[in-house]
């Protein structure tokens, strides 16, 4: 039988984002979003089986979050790196798996995401070795290149999300690569050591967090979910993280 785990990337300094506070630590209707997201992933998973990556320069914001949010003291933390990829890596690098267990990265600015989305993730990754969540494009896509843009055929766009998930051999060769500016997620790294990315179902709730802006949309699609019921993909969701806290 296989183990999952789950990476949570927290360590971000919000350079886009552009507040004094990392956007991680920022609060949605009262509570910070990597609390939300972490919470959200206490509903399928042990505490021993969760990696939250930081910035050691954050250290007194998550010495108050332990005291404020007890639930998340039995998770293990870990030191981030120079870019994502070398946080990913320090996050692989803490689990001692099997080959065959699953290991999903997710960014901790995503606190949206559904435990469907999550579960198919890991249910695809079980069957194929790996599975990226994505929902289809919504926007006219055009690429710019040099003098030249282009209209995308928009039946083709997936829009990517996380959690990420991989088989451990997988996910851990993939990341033996040296690092390259280009990879910019986990799906694109495996894919450049060789294996073929398995696409699941997302939700498109599964927000990113990025800039200012964004805060105010999960403000309200917060208390929207809170509030009441919404199907997504055949299914009740809920934003049931007041359970947990």
């Given amino acids: 039988m296989h183990q999952n785990y789950i990476v949570i990337l927290a ?12 956007k991680q630590f920022q609060a949605i209707n009262g509570v910070p979003v990597i609390i939300k997201t972490i919470c959200k992933f206490l509903q399928r998973f042990e505490p021993q089986k969760i990696r939250i990556v930081v ?9 108050k979050l332990k005291l404020d949010y007890p639930t998340i003291r039995e998770i293990t933390f870990i030191d981030g790196g120079e870019q994502r990829f ?13 080959d065959n267990d ?7 600015v995503r606190p949206f995401v559904t435990l469907e989305t999550i579960d198919h993730a890991y249910t695809t990754a079980s069957q194929y070795g790996t599975a990226v969540p994505v929902f289809n494009a919504v926007n006219t896509i ?4 040099e ?27 993939a990341y033996c690569q040296n690092y390259t500016p280009d ?3 986990d799906g694109t790294i495996v894919e450049k050591a060789g294996y073929k990315i398995q696409l699941c179902q997302g939700n498109y709730e599964n927000i990113k967090i990025t800039h200012p802006q964004d805060l105010y949309i999960a403000e309200g699609l917060d208390r929207l979910l809170a509030s009441s019921s919404i199907e997504t993909n055949g299914k009740i969701y ?3 993280y007041t359970k947990i806290l």
Avoid: C
């Avoid at 070398?86 to 798996?97: C, E, M, P």
């Fill in 55 to 63: 910035n050691p320069d954050h250290i007194a914001h998550w010495n």
């Fill in 238 to 240: 809920g934003n049931s």
């Fill in 102 to 108: 699953l290991i999903g990265i997710h960014d901790g």
């Fill in 11 to 22: 360590g971000g300094l919000g350079e886009r984002y552009g507040g004094v506070m990392s």
């Fill in 147 to 173: 003098n030249q843009n282009n209209a995308l055929d928009r039946q083709y766009v997936k829009i990517v999300q996380n959690p990420q998930v991989f088989r451990s051999k997988i996910i851990k060769t």
């Fill in 86 to 98: 070398h946080s990913v890596k320090n996050g692989l690098a803490s689990i001692d798996s099997s």
């Fill in 142 to 145: 055009r690429i710019a290149k």
């Fill in 183 to 185: 990879m910019l997620d």
